[in-house]
């Protein structure tokens, strides 16, 4: 399950008390206790405070006041030199940071991939499987990926280059050593053939929110698995398509698709 943060030293957050706080009945809350969601902590690198620049071609259109912001996996491991790293990913921080600035967003949440060392998902678990091959696990296709993202590395810090102090929440995923995480909302499938809610549906939910944003990295795989599961809690979702970076841009037109068919607005800012 995705795990609870140590707590940093930024102001204290709506996040802060849903360690303690007793779980709704929503199933969708059923983590909730278990820690899924978190303040800010030590891993984020702080910043000194800055003034941005409108990128070019990047401006906003009206945002729903009952609007959350969830920014996926944006971490050094997924940039150009990095461990699993996604075509052009550094391309979106300069994009993400001024977005960030503009305070649009009452509800920022952010991902962290947080794997622990010899996590399932990993090739080098599974000799003498390669990178990008799939095997089934639990009955579904896995894609064996390298090594990332590996807990208190440099390479799954909250990218620092990014001044996350308007984050409300953060949800680490990939925890469990024997699951896989992709989504925001919801594990992958384990071997009980279920994928356990993270909280994140039911805390957006208690703030009143109705559609969600989602950007990051990667567009194919955390960002699209999180739209999709967004959409199945019944929210509201915009893809925030020029914040995005896969994989590999081969599958762009297979994503874009299965956006179109879930009715996933997507939006290039």
């Known amino acids: 399950m995705p795990s609870m943060a140590p707590r940093c030293e930024l102001p204290a957050l709506a996040a802060a008390s849903l360690a303690t706080s007793p779980p709704a009945s929503d199933t969708e809350r059923e983590s909730v206790t278990r820690g899924a969601l978190a303040v800010p902590d030590t891993d984020i690198i702080d910043s000194p405070p800055r003034t941005e620049t409108q990128p070019a071609g990047l401006a906003l259109g009206g945002i729903n006041p009952h609007s959350a912001l969830i920014i996926v996996d944006v971490q050094p491991d997924f940039m150009p030199g990095g461990a699993l790293a996604c075509t052009g990913g550094d391309e979106i921080l300069l994009g993400l940071e001024w977005l960030l600035a503009q305070h649009a967003f009452d509800h920022v949440v952010a991902t962290q991939d947080w794997h622990p060392a010899g996590h ?23 894609t064996l990926w390298p090594d990332h993202c590996i807990q208190r590395t440099e390479g799954a810090a909250l990218h620092p280059a990014i001044d996350w102090a308007s984050c409300n929440a953060i949800i680490r995923k990939g ?32 703030r009143r929110v109705t559609d969600v944003h989602v950007c990051g990295l990667a567009r194919d ?31 762009d037109d297979d994503t874009r698709q299965r956006l179109s068919d879930l009715g996933i607005a997507i939006v290039d800012i």
């Open 120 to 142: 399932v998902s990993f090739a080098s678990k599974h000799p003498p499987h390669q990178p990008f091959e799939a095997l089934e696990f639990y009955g579904h296709s896995q």
């Open 175 to 206: 925890t469990d050593p024997g699951i896989d995480s992709y989504s925001a909302f919801r594990n992958n499938i384990g071997p009980d053939g279920h994928r356990p809610a993270t909280g994140l549906a039911g805390w957006l939910r208690d």
């Open 221 to 251: 795989v955390c960002v699209l698995w999180t739209a999709e599961d967004a959409v199945a809690a019944g929210f509201k979702t915009h893809f925030l398509w020029s914040l995005t970076r896969p994989v590999t841009y081969e599958t």
